[in-house]
């Protein structure tokens, strides 16, 4: 009987991981007219950068999201690179787990996006609801990839994959060092370190 080859997967978010999702959004809001407020870097919500309430960030980031921008990210620091190496040099395949929008022609242009950044390295691109939380969905990944890596930049969703099995990662932003979850790392070369002294 011989052993089947465990498969070398990680399981990303998207969003200020792999993708500079507040660069993209900062052009395309300015271009809309909506302005940051000081100290915008160290929040979280929509809402608090641009000084408005929750819920018109949230209705901005939906319409941002629905758009045609939302298909020509640039990607987040280093990411092309180690991502790239990750899968080319050492095998590793990537599901990407975004909670992006539940618009078809989003999530067309989401996989797009990464193809073109990361060639073949996305098997599969999971797309929830905008702003949506991952509990759900990670605990059932957890079932069939359990102890590999989860890389995300909410503490949140990080510690959610940690209740499911996974080894969390937490990519540092101004936003989330108040209450860091997992390995945290700044960038992608500490990542693919982390990942290949496993």
């Known amino acids: 009987m011989h052993m089947v080859k465990k498969e070398k997967i990680i399981l990303t978010d998207v969003d200020g991981v792999v993708l500079d999702w507040e660069e993209g959004?900062?052009?395309?809001?300015?271009?809309?007219?909506?302005?940051?407020?000081?100290?915008?870097?160290?929040m979280y919500s929509i809402g608090e950068r641009y000084g408005m309430s929750y819920q018109a960030g949230s209705?901005?980031?939906?319409?941002?999201?629905?758009s045609a921008a939302i298909g020509f990210l640039p990607p987040l620091r280093d990411a092309q690179y180690f991502v790239k190496k990750l899968s080319e040099q050492h095998g590793y395949k990537f599901i990407a787990v975004t909670s992006l929008s539940l618009?078809?022609?989003?999530?067309?242009?989401?996989?797009r996006n990464l193809n073109k950044l990361f060639g073949?390295?996305?098997v599969d691109v999971i797309c929830l609801d905008t702003g949506a939380d991952k509990d759900d969905i990670l605990a059932e990944l957890g079932t069939k990839y359990t102890n590999n890596f989860w890389i995300?930049?909410?503490?949140?969703?990080?510690?959610?994959g940690i209740n499911a099995?996974?080894?969390?990662?937490?990519?540092?932003?101004?936003?989330?060092?108040?209450?860091?979850?997992g390995y945290v790392v700044k960038n992608w070369q500490e990542i693919y370190n982390y990942i290949i002294n496993q």
């Open 25 to 42: 959004f900062s052009v395309w809001a300015e271009h809309h007219g909506h302005t940051k407020v000081d100290g915008y870097q160290f």
């Open 59 to 66: 209705n901005l980031v939906k319409v941002f999201n629905e």
């Open 103 to 111: 618009d078809p022609y989003a999530k067309e242009l989401r996989t």
């Open 120 to 122: 073949d390295a996305f």
């Open 152 to 160: 995300e930049d909410k503490p949140d969703n990080v510690q959610a």
């Open 165 to 181: 099995g996974f080894k969390g990662i937490l990519v540092e932003h101004g936003h989330n060092m108040t209450e860091p979850k």
